[in-house]
């Protein structure tokens, strides 16, 4: 007889049981196996791999990846599918001098245990066997068959998640999935410029690398044409490391660190100290909250690079991290100063672009705190531009008698303006004003376009419509984006493959006449590490009030100073802009006295 209360509690879990767990922490998402099946690609030598998606409506359904690497024999492509079964490593000693993406012998495993997989194999050089067929279910070999097959392997995967619900219902919208897919593969695009990828989806081409030795063709592949001619190189061979790659001119600066693209080995990594440590190279370059984009790949001892992190294998652990690091910012450093940073005005007879400047001066130019002479003179085209940006949100004030007749400010008057940013002002109340321009002006755009709560937002017919063209990854977040952004006002229509076209937009953005404020605005919602607490709709009328706004930077004449302080009296809560930060500081008359030890 047992005794309930003394039978063992714990019990060993079995395999399938073991695998599922394991599932969860290799594949994550959709993206996960397409990361796994093209790292083996990529091990087996492959020059040329192909990625088929097939979606439904709302999700992916299928994930093939075709290469024409080295292939199985028919006893490898039965074990490829047993856990921690690899054919990378032998002894814990090999994990010192990984070369390969692959090592841990589980990716084909997890896969095949939460979903159905179809593997076709046959052996490159391989005339006396043909190829083989293995169809995997839930872990377990259905089916055995031998096949003709070209050489190389295709893994299909289907049915992805089918046996975790949970996991399955996890999985965000279809766009989301495939944005992480196409940032995965800009990553390993980059890191492999010697192979050429295929993806499709749907039988739709949707980025193609070619079998190049020049990474900058690749570049320009995944970004566009237009990013090459604002990068500089990198080139640098030190005992430690070696450094290549492209850096962007502080021109290219972004919002978020999604052009940041780094491998070590070969292997598309994501490291936060490497990172900071490029943007570090920049120094006072960029401001705080801008990050560069450089495209780096990095070759470093394997003995001091552990890529046995995490079973992603995505992030990496560094010996000597703190000499890694010092020499990537430096490498940044010094190719940035050894080259002009700005275009000449008027480049001197001969010289050519990219010649070395001294140091100092290109930096110099650059510098916020030493700006160039001249550079706030207000010219008469710049006033007229902001008088029109002023007069947009006047206007629409007129016509809202929601505002507030009482204000929670005195009575201001403008006394002056200091540095293009600040205006200078006192109220009937013996107070010194200093008001951030910028911030005001957001903080009444803001307010506005809140203002129109919970109906449509009117919008207005662009007279030539914007064609905006994005890489793939962006497209997918816009299509996200394009019902919240049509309640806003924006109506964008889809124009073939990645491209858009911007038919109308919100009222309030005014006569459009530059569509440059449309482009950013769209670059704006799509980057942005979104923060996820607050929605789309916060999101886009934040973003439309920072751009609509009056840029700092731009002189007002003192009637526009006044006007702004006007409006911005009559706002709900006139003290902050939309992200918190405050729109003016006060000095009462006892404050100053305080201040200058007059009591
Ligand atoms: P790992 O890549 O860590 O070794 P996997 O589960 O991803 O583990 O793959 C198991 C083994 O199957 C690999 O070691 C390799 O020998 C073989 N394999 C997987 N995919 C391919 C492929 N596309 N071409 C050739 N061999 C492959
Ligand atoms: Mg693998």
Redesign the pocket.
């Known amino acids: 007889m047992t005794d309930p209360e003394n039978s063992p509690k714990i019990r060993v879990l079995g395999p399938e049981v073991v695998n599922q767990i394991a599932a969860g922490e290799v594949v994550e998402r959709p993206a996960s196996v397409v990361k ?2 093209v ?3 990529i ?2 030598g ?1 020059g040329s791999i192909t990625i088929a998606l097939t979606s439904s409506k709302d999700a992916i359904t299928a994930i093939r ?1 075709t ?1 024409d ?4 024999s028919h006893v ?1 492509a039965e ?3 047993v856990p921690h ?4 490593i032998r002894s814990v000693d090999d994990l010192q001098h990984i070369r ?10 997890t896969i095949a245990a939460i979903s159905r997989v179809t593997l076709v ?1 046959k052996r490159r050089n391989e005339d006396i066997f043909p190829g083989i067929r293995i169809m995997n279910e839930g872990g377990t070999i259905r089916e055995k068959t031998e096949t003709g097959a070209p050489e ?2 295709s ?1 299909l995967v289907e049915d992805l998640f089918y046996n975790t619900p949970a996991r399955r219902k996890f999985q965000k919208n279809k766009n989301t999935e495939l944005a992480h897919i196409y940032e995965l593969l800009e990553g390993i695009g980059l890191s492999h410029p010697d192979i050429s990828f295929h993806l499709r989806l749907n039988g739709n081409e949707v980025l193609v690398t070619d079998r190049t030795n020049r990474s900058l063709d690749t570049i320009a592949r995944l970004f566009g044409s237009e990013v090459p001619p604002d990068l500089i190189p990198v080139n640098v061979s030190l005992p430690l490391l070696t450094i290549t790659g492209y850096i962007s001119r502080p021109v290219l600066a972004r919002k978020d660190r999604a052009r940041m693209l780094i491998s070590v080995n070969h292997r598309y990594v994501s490291s936060l100290p490497l990172n900071e440590a490029i943007k570090a190279g920049y120094g006072t370059l960029l401001a705080r909250d801008r990050f560069p984009v450089a495209f780096l790949s990095l070759d470093i001892d394997t003995s001091l690079v552990d890529v046995n992190v995490h079973p992603a294998k995505k992030l990496i652990r560094l010996s000597r991290e703190r000499e890694i690091t010092d020499a990537v910012r430096t490498s940044v450093r010094d190719a940035l100063f050894s080259h002009d940073l700005i275009p000449p005005v008027e480049a001197p007879a001969g010289t050519g672009h990219g010649i070395p400047l001294p140091a100092k001066a290109s930096i110099y130019d650059l510098d916020p705190r030493h700006p160039p002479a001249g550079v706030f003179e207000p010219t008469h085209t710049g006033t007229s531009m902001t008088d029109k940006r002023l007069r947009q949100t006047e206007l629409s004030i007129e016509a809202q008698p929601a505002y507030r007749v009482s204000s929670l400010l005195p009575e201001i008057e403008v006394i002056g303006e200091f540095g293009g940013i600040y205006i200078l002002a006192r109220t009937d109340q013996e107070e010194l004003l200093l008001i951030d321009q910028h911030a005001a002006h957001e903080r009444i755009l803001y307010e506005q376009v809140s203002g129109y709560a919970q109906m449509m937002r009117p919008s207005q017919e662009l007279i030539s419509p914007l064609i905006l063209h994005r890489t793939p990854k962006e497209a997918a977040l816009i299509r996200e984006l394009l019902p919240a952004l049509a309640g806003e006002g924006f109506l964008i229509e889809g124009f073939g493959g990645d491209s858009f076209i911007v038919r109308a937009v919100p009222v309030i953005l005014g006569r459009v006449e530059e569509t440059g404020i449309i482009d950013e605005i769209i670059s704006d919602l799509v980057s942005g590490e979104s923060s996820q607490s607050v929605s789309n709709r916060e999101r886009i009328t934040r973003i439309i009030a920072c751009r609509g706004a009056v840029k700092a930077g731009t002189v007002c004449t003192r009637e526009q100073c006044q006007r702004i302080v006007d409006q911005l009296r009559l706002m709900q809560n006139p003290f902050t802009c939309p992200h918190g930060r405050p729109t003016m500081i006060r000095f009462s008359r006892k404050e100053l006295d305080s201040l200058f030890h007059r009591i």
């Open positions: 796994e099946l790292e083996n690609a091990d087996a492959a990846v290469d690497g080295s292939g199985m490898d074990l490829a599918f079964a690899t054919s990378k390969t993406l692959g090592f841990r012998g589980e990716a084909l495993a194999t190389g392997t893994v």
